[in-house]
T-cell receptor, first 117, second 109 residues
């Protein structure tokens, strides 16, 4: 138990569906992250939020839409996905966030296994 | 450039020591990490080492850092079946962490 929870753990959706992934951290951290992990690529950083503000969007297609209503919650809204978007989506949080603060250890949730049909 | 390299597979007999190696490219990295990912799970932070250290030991885990060669290794003593997982090496750069592709550790009976 790392203090970062993700729901649902598994999700199957069609290309025309709209769904959302949820992440919650109970660690009092200020930064939250979305990563994509697929079989063919290393971990890909998608989005970074520091103090609820998006500070990084790593050229992610607009069919992925993040939302961070507060420092403890992070959502990833999904719509009109493609089969190649099937992957494990990992959420992480870290204590400090912010640029230029040196390293900031990240703690990961268990992930949501997404399958797009 | 930002790149972390590690071999993809390692097979070790139960009870032996496992050594997982990693090379990184940016000498300004502040921390270097080892994460463990078991099947169907997220990444679990195993240990980390600050860049001004050469070695860190934590129970069965020993991390060695050769900063001159930008080489990091993780040694697992007395490898058990529960150690079967993918091990990710990672380096910190400012506010980002760069991950390797992971080494899958397979335990032979």
């Amino acid at each position: 138990e790392t203090g970062v929870t993700q729901t649902p753990r598994h999700l199957v959706m069609g290309m025309t569906n709209k769904k959302s992934l949820k992440c919650e951290q109970h660690l009092g951290h200020n930064a939250m992250y979305w990563y994509k992990q697929s079989a063919k690529k290393p971990l890909e950083l998608m989005f970074v939020y520091n103090f609820k503000e998006q500070t990084e969007n790593n050229s992610v297609p607009s069919r992925f839409s993040p939302e961070c209503p507060n420092s403890s919650h992070l959502f990833l809204h999904l719509h009109t996905l493609q089969p190649e978007d099937s992957a494990l989506y990992l959420c992480a949080s870290s204590p400090y966030g912010g640029r230029g603060r040196g390293t900031d250890t990240q703690y990961f949730g268990p992930g949501t296994r997404l399958t797009v049909l | 450039g930002e790149d972390v390299e590690q071999s993809l597979f390692l097979s070790v007999r139960e009870g032996d020591s496992s050594v997982i190696n990693c090379t990184y490219t940016d000498s300004s990295s502040t921390y270097l990490y080892w994460y463990k990912q078991e099947p169907g799970a997220g990444l679990q932070l195993l240990t980390y080492i600050f860049s001004n250290m050469d070695m860190k030991q934590d129970q069965r885990l020993t991390v060695l850092l050769n900063k001159k060669d930008k080489h990091l290794s993780l040694r697992i003593a007395d490898t058990q079946t529960g150690d079967s997982a993918i091990y990710f090496c990672a380096e910190s750069l400012d506010d980002k962490i760069i991950f390797g592709k992971g080494t899958r550790l397979h335990i032979l009976p």
